[in-house]
């Protein structure tokens, strides 16, 4: 975004339900490649956001597995560290006003963004020490049911029925997932879950559904900054809080500093890398995105942390993870068609 279109917008002109209103109104059936790329352009930099952030959650997960494993803060103050950095480096170089405060009007927004921000990423961050990968994915993907709530209650955002009915089959795909000992009984893991007993993979998936609140509202505030904000303003007040409360958080609870082996160093190095470019394109998806709808693209992840999770630690998803998986996605496809199907029906009553 440059500075003439900066100081030409107003952030009170419109409000979230008026863009979400000309976003629909604006939409016109996709003809070619090109038209379809550039009407879901904000969806496919959500996309492309969540193979590197596959990649991340793998980088961690073998963190995680060294004979001297890294603590979850200090892998955040690392990784944040060097987001931080490239963020201030680009902002300079490319002269983006206020570099490291953020546009005046927006700041108590980008604030309550890193905070919440870091609730999420160090939910998850916990829950890979007894979870695999692909279920620690798949949980996360609550996320979605509580944003699409938190947009319509906060920001006015339109929120069917059909979103409704599609979050209720998304938490029974998450019990699948889980299987929790209440439902299920005890469960043989047969090769399929993490080292861990039920009260430990319990702790999991309690890690995990603080990551969802935290990425509930980092999300939403996304969406309500807008583009008011440069997408490295946003990424620059998340690494800068993530980093303030991972040091408080190692510094208060007397957590020991670990120096890794140099193949260490290199994971959290690509830790590091992996979540800036996450972060990068997951932001300019949010900006360009409704929270319901943007934030249903992320279910891709699912399918990239299996694979990956497969070629690297030879890990087969169980059956009745497959299946929640499954229904999981299923759901969010039916809620990303059906948000077209409603903007086309739109564009034909307004034409008629």
């Known amino acids: 975004m440059s500075n003439s279109e900066s100081d030409e917008f107003h952030p009170t002109d419109i409000t979230t339900s008026q863009r979400d209103d000309e976003e629909v109104a604006n939409y016109s059936h996709p003809t070619s490649v090109p038209d379809i790329i550039a009407s879901n352009v904000g969806m496919l930099f959500i996309i492309s956001a969540q193979f590197f952030s596959a990649c991340m959650y793998v980088s961690v997960k073998i963190l ?4 001297t494993p890294v603590h979850a803060l200090q892998v955040i103050i690392i990784r944040m560290a060097i987001t931080f950095i490239c963020c201030v480096i680009y902002m300079i170089i490319m ?39 692909a279920d620690a994915t798949v949980l996360i993907f ?8 938190a947009g319509s209650v906060l920001l006015k955002e339109s929120y069917s029925t059909n979103q409704a009915v ?11 997932v889980t299987r929790p000992p209440f439902l299920f009984g005890s469960i043989s893991s047969g090769g399929h879950l993490p080292e861990g007993t039920p009260a430990e993979r319990l702790a999991a998936v309690a890690a995990c559904m603080m990551s969802v609140l935290g990425n509930t509202g980092a999300y939403t505030s996304i969406r309500a900054i807008g583009k008011r904000a440069h997408p490295m303003h946003i990424l620059t007040f998340l690494s800068l809080w993530c980093t303030i409360i991972s040091c408080l958080g190692m ?10 082996t140099p193949w260490g160093w290199m994971l959290l190095l690509m830790v ?15 900006q360009r995105e409704t929270v319901s709808r943007g934030v249903t ?7 990239f942390a299996v694979v990956l999770e497969r070629l690297i630690f030879g890990v087969m998803p169980s059956l009745l ?4 998986a499954v229904i999981i996605m299923s759901s969010a496809l039916y809620v990303v068609m059906n948000k077209q199907k409603i903007a086309l029906e739109s564009t034909s009553d307004n034409s008629a």
């Open 64 to 67: 995680n597995s060294l004979e």
């Open 95 to 133: 002269r983006i006003p206020d570099p490291i405060t953020g546009p005046k009007d927006v700041r108590p927004l980008l604030i309550i963004r890193g905070i919440t921000g870091f609730f999420g990423l160090y939910g998850v961050y916990l829950s890979l020490q007894h979870l695999s990968v």
């Open 142 to 149: 609550l996320t979605p049911l509580m944003t699409a709530v």
């Open 166 to 176: 599609a979050g209720v089959c998304s938490l029974l795909g998450v019990v699948l």
């Open 251 to 260: 510094s208060v609870s007397n957590i020991p500093v670990v120096y890794p």
């Open 272 to 286: 590091g890398v992996f979540g800036f470019v996450t972060q990068t394109l997951l932001t300019m998806g949010l």
């Open 297 to 303: 693209g992320m279910y891709t992840q699912v399918l």
């Open 321 to 324: 993870s497959i299946i929640g």
